[in-house]
Nanobody, 124 residues
Framework: QVQLVESGGGLVQAGGSLRLSCAAS????????MAWFRQAPGKERDFIAG????????YYPDSVKGRFTISRDLAKNTMYLQMNSLKPEDTAVYYC?????????????????WGQGTQVTVSS
């Protein structure tokens, strides 16, 4: 089992920044590709960033590319999401997820473990 706990969400004005953290415990953190997803009210859960086991490969969809940065610290068993230039449409619950894989998965159903989510609200 892998336990994931997100933190760092909150209320921010448009154009502001937030950094989310995802602390992992349980199995070996470096065996898992990791990702961030988000889900806005009434919408589907969307993939927004992924990182491979060692952090050598990162992927973002166009919706956040250039504004969001994913990273992981293997020594701290923690993954991060730095979010800059936030927009009201970024408002959502943000989840971290882990999959026992060398590759980044873009579909949520392929992930093995999920955190409880953290709310991000961007005011205009």
């Amino acid at each position: 089992q892998v336990q994931l706990v997100e933190s760092g969400g909150g209320l921010v004005q448009a154009g502001g920044s937030l950094r989310l953290s995802c602390a992992a415990s349980g199995r070996t953190f470096s065996n898992y590709a990791m990702a961030w997803f988000r889900q806005a009210p009434g919408k589907e859960r969307d993939f927004i960033a992924g990182i491979t086991r060692g952090g050598g490969t990162i992927y973002y969809p166009d919706s956040v590319k250039g504004r969001f940065t994913i990273s992981r610290d293997l020594a701290k068993n923690t993954m991060y999401l730095q979010m800059n230039s936030l927009k009201p449409e970024d408002t959502a619950v943000y989840y971290c997820a882990a999959v026992f894989s060398r590759e980044i998965k873009l579909v949520g159903n392929e992930y093995d473990y999920w955190g409880q989510g953290t709310q991000v609200t961007v005011s205009s």
